[in-house]
C-alpha cells in the first residue's frame, strides 16, 4: 500500500510548494503527485490552477506569465512557484514523483525533463507515472517515450478509462475514490493495472480502500494511511 502525498502535504503545508514536498518526505511517503503547466516563455512549473488569484497574491491567467514574473508573486507570504526542476532537485530520487499534466502544451517539455533527470542524474523511469485527466495528453507522453510510466485519471468513467489504458499500455489508473469497489478494484489489477484513488483524506475511507487492497493511496494528509 503506496503513500502518496496529494500536491505535497497538501493538509499541512501550502499545495505545490517545496515546503510541502519536504513535509511529505519528513512523512517518509513512497510518492509525492503534483501538478505541473507551462509559463508563457515555455518553463514547466508546478501550480495546480489556471489562475493565480486562490494561490498566490497575483492575479491572472497563469500562462500568460513568464517564470521570472512568476518569481515574483508568492504563497502564503513566503513559498514561491517551484518549477518542476526544482522539485526534482528538493525530491533527490527519495521518492517517486506522479506529475499530473494540467495542459497539453507540456508534454514534450516534461518528457524532456525527465529525459535528462534519468540521463544524468540517479533518477530511473520507475520513479515517475505521468498522470492527466487529459487522454490526448498521455497518448502523446507514450509516443514521445514510451518508457513512461502512465497513470490514467478519471473521475467518472471506470471502464473507459480501463479500455483507454489497454490501448496506450499505461501502468495505472488513478481513479476518484468513489468509483472503487472491491470487485471493480480486483477487475483493474488483474488486467494488469495498479490503482491509485484520489483523494482519499477521511480515515472511514482510508480504511475501506485499504479493505478493497488498491495498490496506493493519494492524500492530503499521509500520516493517515
Ligand atoms: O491526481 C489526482 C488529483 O490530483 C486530481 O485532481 O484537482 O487535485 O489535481 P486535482
Ligand atoms: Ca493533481
Known amino acids: 500500500m503506496l503513500k502518496i502525498a496529494h500536491r505535497g502535504a497538501k493538509g499541512y503545508e501550502p499545495e505545490n510548494t517545496k515546503a510541502a514536498f519536504l513535509k511529505a518526505l519528513d512523512m517518509q511517503v513512497d510518492g509525492i503527485e503534483l501538478d505541473v503547466q507551462l509559463t508563457a516563455d515555455g ?5 495546480h490552477d489556471d489562475t493565480l488569484d486562490r494561490m498566490t497574491n497575483g492575479k491572472g491567467l497563469v500562462s500568460a506569465f513568464k517564470l521570472a514574473e512568476l518569481y515574483s508573486f508568492s504563497i502564503a507570504e513566503k513559498h514561491q512557484i517551484p518549477t518542476l526542476q526544482e522539485v526534482l532537485d528538493v525530491v533527490d530520487t527519495k521518492c517517486f514523483l506522479n506529475i499530473e499534466l494540467k495542459n497539453t502544451g507540456s508534454c514534450s517539455r516534461v518528457v524532456a525533463l525527465i529525459e535528462a533527470a534519468v540521463l544524468v542524474k540517479k533518477w530511473t523511469y520507475q520513479h515517475f507515472i505521468v ?91 499521509p500520516d493517515r494511511i
Open 43 to 47: 518553463e514547466v512549473i508546478v501550480f
Open 131 to 221: 498522470s492527466s485527466f487529459d487522454w490526448n495528453a498521455l497518448r502523446e507522453i507514450s509516443l514521445l517515450n514510451p518508457k513512461i510510466p502512465i497513470g490514467v485519471l478519471t473521475e467518472n468513467n471506470l471502464d473507459l478509462a480501463l479500455t483507454f489504458a489497454e490501448t496506450i499500455q499505461a501502468k495505472a489508473i488513478h481513479p476518484h475514490y468513489h468509483l472503487l469497489d472491491a470487485e471493480n478494484t480486483k477487475k483493474i489489477q488483474d488486467k494488469g493495472f495498479l490503482v491509485f484513488p484520489w483523494t482519499v483524506n477521511e480515515t472511514a475511507d482510508i480504511d475501506r480502500l485499504k479493505r478493497y487492497q488498491v495498490n496506493g493511496i493519494i492524500t492530503d494528509y
